[in-house]
């Protein structure tokens, strides 16, 4: 049973940093698909970054390129998005997703991803 917890979120400032994280149980973090993505009130589910983790390879969206960073820590089966320079447009649930299926990545859609976390409120005022 693959179960995914967000965590770090929280209310910052414009201009804050906060590093969110996703605990897995149940899956491992080996040659598969990891992305963070987000949903603003009214809005649909937008990609903000993914990550290969066999190669390391990495994707973000033009909105957050050169502000957020996404990693893995395979051995604590985490999942992170470094956000810095948060912006009040960053206001949104992050959810963490995965798919044992590494191939295509960087390109995957929301709905090809059979695992989520709960999700983490992002404020920035």
């Known amino acids: 049973h693959v179960q995914l917890v967000e965590s770090g979120g929280g209310s910052v400032q414009a201009g804050g940093s906060l590093r969110l994280s996703c605990a897995a149980s149940?899956?491992?973090?080996?040659?598969?698909?990891m992305a963070w993505f987000r949903q603003a009130p009214g809005k649909e589910r937008e990609g903000v970054a993914r990550?290969?983790?066999?190669?390391?390879?990495?994707y973000y969206a033009d909105s957050v390129k050169g502000r957020f960073t996404i990693s893995q820590d395979n051995a604590k089966n985490t999942l992170y998005l470094q956000m810095n320079s948060l912006k009040p447009e960053d206001t949104a649930i992050y959810y963490c997703?995965?798919?044992?299926?590494?191939?295509?990545?960087?390109?995957?859609?929301?709905?090809?991803?059979?695992?989520w976390g709960q999700g983490t409120q992002v404020t920035v005022s």
């Open positions: 149940g899956y491992t973090y080996n040659r598969n698909c």
């Open positions: 997703a995965a798919d044992r299926r590494g191939s295509r990545c960087l390109g995957k859609p929301a709905a090809d991803f059979p695992y």
């Open positions: 990550i290969a983790t066999g190669s390391g390879n990495t």
